[in-house]
């Protein structure tokens, strides 16, 4: 089972690289929401064993709150 974690979070972790690579033409707000995503989808990964509903639940709020992060940058 240590494994199977192991490889989803290496998988969201390069998705999320790879992703992030398209960022080019996106406001300072886009770029912290998708980083705030892709960090908070690895933390929830991590601290719920792997669990989809913890990868989504932590995308979510890590979007949130990369969102509200950004919005003073630009």
């Not at 199977?4 to 929401?33: E, H, I, P, W, Y």
């Not at 989808?41 to 989504?56: E, F, M, P």
């Amino acid at each position: 089972m240590k494994t199977m974690n192991r490889f989803a979070v290496t998988m969201v972790t390069a998705a999320v690289l790879l992703g992030l690579g398209g960022c080019g033409g996106m406001s300072t707000q886009q770029k912290d929401t998708a980083i705030g995503a892709g960090v908070g989808a690895v933390g929830g990964a991590v601290l719920t064993g792997g669990s989809a509903v913890g990868t989504i639940g932590g995308a979510v709020v890590g979007g949130v709150i990369g969102n509200q992060v950004g919005k003073d940058k630009d």
